[in-house]
């Protein structure tokens, strides 16, 4: 089946409840326990796929069950033998805590669990971070981003009546008004700046981010605005510097945490004698970097994909020492910039 | 004040109610009433704004009325004389209908407090289409946004509680749950697709368009999905062809009709010989043009800006005309296009 007939059934699958719940016995699934994701164990970080049957099965032997209430469709993908189209399910489960006099931690029982489906169940947004595939990526960020909100649509926002949630987990229709939603999620803007002779480059640190952890500046977008407006005010609210041009990258990336958003890659350039003033509710700092510093950060960064030796003193945390891992946008964008790859803006 | 300034000011208002409120006797204002949008007269077509006091005394000689809860923040702009900034906000608000027994309809008010009021109320879609400086079209989409999110955000969706709507209208927390809210809209990719000589383009005429009206082809993102991915999807789904290479182009618009959204403009190259199979629920065709076929329709659109010569019967409808008017996104890509500027994919 080529392209536009899967995207045609994927679309079908996404309104049609009775088709898509008579497809769910024979759907592949991947797995949330606890809003922890199921991962390949190893370097190589992947979306554990299991068949219904298989799951059903381990996951019952854990006491624990899912149901098509606890499901969003992810995509449609081949059967193993033939070349029929089957849903893929991120499925979401909680896990009861063990009764307090229990021998074994819930986090003991999840380990097991994890080397019975033959994963570990990790963090999202570590998971996001490490996942090398951009499919298996936005397929987590679907995930994610349809779970939380369908957990939050349950009442219409007009009239307060009941949503009725498809079974895709894709739009919800009030049963009084009939008014349809649909999942929501923004769009941001992510902005490498760069100094006119693009040597240079300015990164930030988010409080509350990993320590010695450098990034680009981003922001959601306003209603009314377009994404270079919406890049220059992000740059002036954060950092408080004017750029001279915004150009938009060929690059994007769905982005589930802490609210879903769709970012959008940008180049900016801005003169480094303006004084910065960081957003103190959003930004511990803000600072210009050559690019060797941002190189040996790169390398640092690759060296230590899972971050596992960051930083922990208070002034070691506030210097450069890292930036996102491979999964990240703003790696792609400053892995572009260091190669060479994001010519000056033309503006 | 600088614009850095500038935007730190909007960003307080946005959040500070009280701060806010008491800028409003001394703000500028734009206008709606029964959702058609004040501009200007003659060819240039302009919000018109107004300053508070004029306002409310010019509505008051229509027994009309408006108040902050019908009113959303626009922009910070200068007073007259002064360099202070004060809020631009638009208000929308209902004008009663006429006695049955009136001589005057309610049309003959409205285009008399028009002419009170300096402009004529026209249309949000037409003037969209028609206003000339990006600037005010996107304080316009602002504008309908804004006030059609607010009038439908009013309970939250999670616990059904009651919303308290900011005074700007840019957010909304539930007075129980204390979740907040922000104003919904989604990206958009559209994107403007050429065969691999770059010498047609392949346009679209949705279901219930002007006659004679063709453009790009459009369509919300969904979660997880990169724009790049939306718009190959996209054009699966409205086409039924598949694109080779997929770009984004410079150029980004908010757009609020029928629900807002950000559209990002791409271009994308598709072999001629594909089988064309379009989505019967949204297009009623699809066809290649030449760049004579599609220059000549961008004379004849700038030439009725107003779209005022639109054919009538069946057969020319559904003829290529007019490309949409200069105030659409796809104006400028299919501008672009003509003019060369807009290079192959370097995919």
Redesign the interface.
């Known amino acids: 089946m080529?392209?536009?007939e899967k995207?045609?059934l994927l679309?079908y699958w996404k309104i049609q409840d009775t088709a898509l719940q008579s497809e769910f016995p024979r759907s592949r699934l991947v797995l949330m326990v606890d809003r922890r994701l199921l991962v390949t164990n190893g370097p190589t970080v992947k979306l554990v796929e299991h068949k219904f049957a298989d799951l059903r099965q381990k996951l019952g032997d854990y006491g624990l069950q899912f149901d098509m209430s606890n499901s969003c469709l992810?995509d449609a993908v081949e059967e193993d033998e033939e070349a029929n189209l089957i849903p893929l399910f991120g499925t979401s489960i909680d896990a009861a805590d063990p009764p307090e006099d229990s021998p074994i931690s819930k986090k003991d029982v999840l380990k097991k669990l994890g080397d019975s489906l033959g994963g570990r169940f990790t963090d999202v947004r570590m998971a996001m971070l490490t996942i090398g595939e951009?499919r298996q990526r936005?397929?987590?960020?679907?995930?994610q981003?349809?779970t939380k909100?369908a957990?939050?649509?349950?009442?219409?926002?007009?009239?307060?009546a009941a949503?009725k949630m498809r079974t895709s987990k894709?739009g919800a229709e009030c049963v009084t008004c009939q008014?349809v939603?649909?999942?929501?999620?923004?769009?941001v803007s992510i902005t490498l700046i760069t100094d006119p002779t693009n040597e240079h480059a300015l990164l930030v640190r988010h409080r509350g981010s990993a320590g010695g952890v450098f990034t680009a500046v981003a922001g959601?977008?306003?209603?009314?605005?377009?994404?270079?407006?919406c890049a220059r005010?992000e740059i002036?609210?954060e950092v408080?510097?004017?750029v001279e041009s915004i150009?938009?990258?060929?690059?994007?990336?769905?982005w589930p945490m802490p609210d879903?958003s769709?970012m959008?890659a940008h180049h900016a350039v801005a003169k480094m004698d303006q004084k910065i003033?960081v957003c103190p509710d959003e930004l511990e700092t803000a600072q210009w970097f050559s690019r060797e510093q941002v190189r040996q950060a790169l390398d640092t960064t690759l060296a230590d994909p899972f971050l596992k030796k960051l930083p922990r003193t208070l002034d070691d945390r506030q210097t450069l020492h890292y930036i996102p891992p491979v999964g990240a946008i703003a790696h792609q964008m400053i892995s572009q910039w260091l190669n060479g790859k994001m010519e000056r803006s033309s503006?």
């Open positions: 080529g392209y536009v995207v045609r679309d992810l951009e936005n397929l987590l960020a679907k995930f981003s349809l909100w957990a939050v649509y349950r009442r219409c926002p007009k009239c307060a949503l894709s008014r939603y649909y999942p929501t999620f923004s769009p959601f977008a306003h209603s009314g605005e377009s994404m270079a407006e005010r002036a609210e408080g510097i004017e150009r938009s990258l060929n690059m994007s990336q769905p879903s769709l959008v003033s503006l």
